[in-house]
């Protein structure tokens, strides 16, 4: 059984559509797919087979004043417009729609990494949880705490599956994968600075407590869960592929040539897949 675990990162998460474009154009087929925030969108466009759309949302859709910015966040509370991405763009009379007929019928497991806002654990959603033009998981999976406010799924709030299992690594295992591609969205040696969650989880203390201890500690499960998948790398089980360097690029960031740069590395970052999943077989 073969996985692949994409972490996400914001619009970082290009780099990620890189490298899931040149897989449909290799035909490569994984087992499961799980996907955290902005990986988990992408999981969605791989399983329905759709190559290039993911590319789309993060250098064309996302310079749109509907999709986020600090007027959003003015006058709804959230930076970016989740429901703009996946429901107004995403849905079937929407101007990209997901193929969800298709996404459905894949014969890749989907599952979605989302934060429980109340108990700080994460919760595993699949693509059963996800009924037609109702993308409220992927939402959830992608409500950055503070940038965002938590989305409700059947009546529960729900952070960014980052801040509970930013690398779900383990859970590919765990879940039967013989081998696992990794999609990092910055380089595998870099060491997450951890002020900006630091400030964010001091915000959020009152009012989610639990998942504010999540936010305190997420980069340092990070860092060993990436720590881990080197060692598991070394022994052949582990494929990382990750970008060489990012820039000036920071989760939300607006560059359109910096986007499409890494979009690109990630497409040729992607060449040692192939053989990586034909070894399993």
């Known amino acids: 059984m073969i996985g692949i675990v994409d972490v996400g990162g914001g619009t970082r ?78 849905n079937s009379d929407g101007e990209d729609p997901l193929d969800y007929d298709r996404l459905q019928s894949s014969p890749t497991e989907l599952e979605i990494v989302a934060t429980n806002a109340l108990t700080g654990e994460p919760t595993y959603f699949n693509k059963r949880d996800m009924p037609r033009d109702r993308y409220d998981i992927i939402k959830a999976s992608c409500s950055v705490p503070v940038v965002n406010k938590p989305y409700p799924v059947e009546g529960v709030p729900y952070y960014d599956g980052g801040i509970s299992d930013p690398v779900p690594i383990r859970r590919a295992f765990e879940r039967g994968c013989d081998r696992v591609v990794l999609i990092l969205t910055k380089p595998k040696d870099l060491v997450p600075d951890n002020r900006r969650n630091a400030f964010a989880a001091k915000l959020l203390e009152k009012t989610y407590p639990e998942a504010a201890k999540r936010t305190g500690t997420c980069n340092a499960v990070y860092t060993e869960s990436v720590r881990q998948a080197i060692e598991w790398e070394k022994e052949g089980k582990v494929l990382i592929v990750a970008p060489d360097d990012i820039g000036n690029l920071k989760t939300l960031s607006k560059d359109a040539a910096v986007l499409d740069r890494l979009y690109k590395k990630g497409f040729v970052a992607a060449r040692t897949v192939k053989a990586f999943v034909a070894g399993a077989k």
């Open 13 to 90: 998460g290009i780099f990620g559509a890189g490298v899931l474009d040149r897989c449909m154009d290799e035909g490569i087929v994984f087992d499961l797919f799980i996907g955290v925030s902005a990986g988990s969108a992408n999981g969605a466009a791989y399983c329905a087979s759709q190559r290039g759309r993911n590319y789309r949302f993060y250098h064309d859709y996302a310079f749109r004043q509907e999709y986020m910015g600090f007027g959003q966040f003015r006058n709804a509370g959230s930076f970016i417009n989740m429901d703009y991405i996946y429901s107004v763009l995403s």
